[in-house]
């Protein structure tokens, strides 16, 4: 090949290569990967970017929002405990100022002397005070109002000669309203049914006849049937039946009743080496406390069944007459009670 031609083949494979300044169509792969490379933007992890002066500012407010509304959160929720505290202590004193005016009003009924009586503090002591006591005092003054009025309603349904029609309307309200009372004493049970059974909270004279908490279901019945117009034979069948059943029951009641007083005689016995457990005692005592608390349920369930088993024996006429007895009954030992109280007392 002579010199001429060995410049005319280089001619053309410089022609082959270049185009317009530029790489043609058959450079090589590994060339164009490269450069594809090159022209991508390399990654820079986030950790090892600076934080920017904004970045620092945007999480400085974050942080003061969240610690903002923590404390307003705790905030409220202080201000709320404080004001259900507020509400409590003024729930208390008004409870403190009823019972010391229900005391005071029964002491000046009865005629009493309260003058020592609040010198000694026993009126209104905050050890003594509560609220389901107080609620149910002066619930059952209410209850007992409203047994008047029930009393003044039946007889006035008597003397104006009513209908059978109005004569049941107010047998139905009388029993309910007995059964008032049991739901009454079974809350104040609850509260406290030592209470509630000592029968302080009747009348003086009442609690001569107290039975668990009440009156005896037979001896309801003693104050009814005499009352009554002339029963048919079969009436004095059934209120026989109803009188024998309700003396069983009273009968295993106080059964049960005096072996709890006798089992807490013997759990109080003092050791006289001082070797039992005070405070196992104590506890064993509590637990057949409570347990009266059933005697009371049960004695109130018995009385309430009793009443409505005699007026479903009864025409309409005859219960309304026996239901106007008994409330006269119980009127009257009120009355006594009264007239007892205000008798001349020697102060000296």
Not at 138 to 145: M, T
């Amino acid at each position: 090949m002579n010199i001429y031609e060995s410049l005319q083949q280089v001619s053309m494979w410089e022609d082959n290569f270049k185009v317009d300044g530029s790489l043609n169509s058959i450079a090589s792969p590994m060339l164009m990967d490269n450069t594809s490379m090159e022209n991508k933007p390399v990654y820079i992890p986030h950790e090892s970017r600076e934080p920017s002066g904004a970045d620092q500012e945007t999480t400085n407010k974050d942080v003061n929002k969240v610690r903002r509304l923590a404390q307003n959160r705790e905030a409220a929720r202080k201000s709320r405990l404080r004001k259900k505290a507020y509400v409590q202590q003024l729930e208390t004193s008004r409870l403190k100022l009823m019972q010391l005016e229900l005391e005071i009003g029964k002491a000046r009924k009865q005629g009493l002397c309260i003058g020592p009586a609040l010198d000694a503090g026993y009126i209104g002591s905050s050890e003594t005070i509560n609220p389901g006591i107080v609620a149910f005092e002066i619930e059952y003054a209410q209850w007992v109002e409203e047994q008047q009025r029930q009393n003044e309603e039946l007889r006035h349904a008597f003397q104006t000669q009513a209908s059978d029609v109005q004569l049941h309307l107010l047998v139905q309200s009388v029993i309910k309203h007995y059964s008032n009372l049991v739901r009454m004493k079974a809350d104040a049970a609850k509260a406290d049914v030592l209470y509630l059974i000592s029968g302080v909270w009747k009348a003086s004279v009442e609690r001569i006849f107290l039975w668990i908490g009440g009156s005896r279901p037979s001896q309801l019945l003693n104050i009814i049937v005499p009352q009554l117009e002339p029963l048919a034979d079969e009436q004095i069948a059934s209120i026989n039946r109803l009188r024998l059943s309700s003396q069983q029951a009273e009968d295993a009641l106080s059964q049960g009743l005096d072996k709890l007083q006798q089992s807490l005689v013997h759990d109080m016995a003092v050791d006289p080496l001082g070797i039992g457990n005070f405070g196992l005692q104590m506890a064993v005592a509590m637990e057949k406390f409570e347990a009266l608390e059933g005697f009371v349920i049960q004695a109130d369930h018995l009385r309430q069944q009793t009443l409505q088993r005699m007026s479903s024996i009864l025409s309409t006429h005859q219960a309304a007459r026996g239901l106007l007895a008994l409330g006269e009954y119980f009127h009257r030992l009120r009355t006594l009670c009264s007239l007892w109280s205000a008798r001349p007392c020697d102060l000296a």
